[in-house]
């Protein structure tokens, strides 16, 4: 199994460690130069931790802690919308694959970590899921070639990119607010080095709601491959290490069924793909 890293809350404080059988190895005490775990990725610093967890106890046991994002602190997040053949056609506008990927921002306050709830606001109900896999930049660049973007990236994880889709629709030309929410998403449970490019080549992501399958694909069906999408943002604007590319999710999601099913308190949504983990959510009111 590969090394996993997290970025926990234990006791008031945010540290980061290496995520084992039973809890978490707190690393971040050995490691003072590296306040975050971006720290870690900007100096390369992943297999150094795995090297400093072998052979050691857990120092925080299962139920002890909660799990925060993993890269608490990245200057960006950007996310690849309508990724998948039949996420296009779902919109029904009869439009052919688009020559460009539609790109938007998010805000590290709209995500919450593994096992919290989705936060669902008050001004509007329509809460849904996204399932998707993350790539966390680990070599910062501009004007990457397709050819090198996987050399870019340090590691993976999960995300449900929880959107409010009323508010998508606010606006003619962006879907920025509908994307915002304080913790409506989740990024988590962890980081999984990426070292192999099966991890994503062949990776298959499925997500489920109260244990029902509601979206099941394969990344390689993405009409913007992760190559692309990491030549693309990185012609406009330079990469830096703990950047995270949220790389676009299948069909299935609530909206797109008749009538909608948007997620209510009392929900679970659980995210997996295998070599990376489980992401899960519960869903709570503000």
Request: net charge negative.
């Amino acid at each position: 199994m590969r090394p996993r890293f997290a970025t926990i809350e234990s006791g008031g404080q945010q540290i980061y460690g290496a995520v084992v059988e039973g809890g978490v190895i707190a690393l971040s005490p050995e490691f003072p130069q590296w306040r975050t775990l971006r720290d870690v990725i900007a100096a390369g610093g992943l297999e150094a931790l795995a090297k400093a967890a072998e052979g050691r106890e857990v120092t925080h046991p299962d139920g002890s802690f909660a799990y925060a994002i993993p890269v608490p602190d990245p200057e960006k997040i950007l996310c690849v919308g309508v990724n998948f053949p039949d996420r296009n056609a779902e919109y029904k506008d009869g439009s052919a694959q688009p020559r460009f990927m539609s790109l938007f921002p998010r805000f590290a306050r709209s995500f919450t970590g593994h096992g919290q709830p989705l936060i669902r606001p008050p001004e509007n109900q329509t809460l849904d899921y996204e399932g998707e896999v993350v790539v966390v930049i680990g070599k910062g660049g501009r004007r990457i070639r397709p050819e090198d973007a996987y050399d870019h990236i340090a590691a993976l994880t999960l995300c449900n990119e929880g959107t409010i889709r009323d508010w998508v629709r606010h606006a003619k030309f962006n879907v920025t607010q509908g994307k915002n929410w304080d913790r409506s998403g989740a990024i988590g449970p962890w980081l999984v080095p990426f070292d192999d490019p099966a991890q994503l080549d062949d990776a298959r992501i499925v997500t489920r709601v109260n244990g029902e399958v509601r979206q099941d694909d394969v990344l390689a069906r993405m009409m913007f491959p992760i190559r692309e999408e990491i030549a693309y943002i990185s012609t406009f604007t330079t990469l830096v290490p703990g950047d995270m590319i949220v790389t676009g999710t299948p069909t299935g999601a609530g909206a797109r069924f008749d009538p909608p099913r948007y997620l209510v308190p009392g929900d679970r949504v659980e995210i997996e793909v295998a070599g990376i983990g489980t992401l899960e959510n519960g869903v709570a009111d503000e």
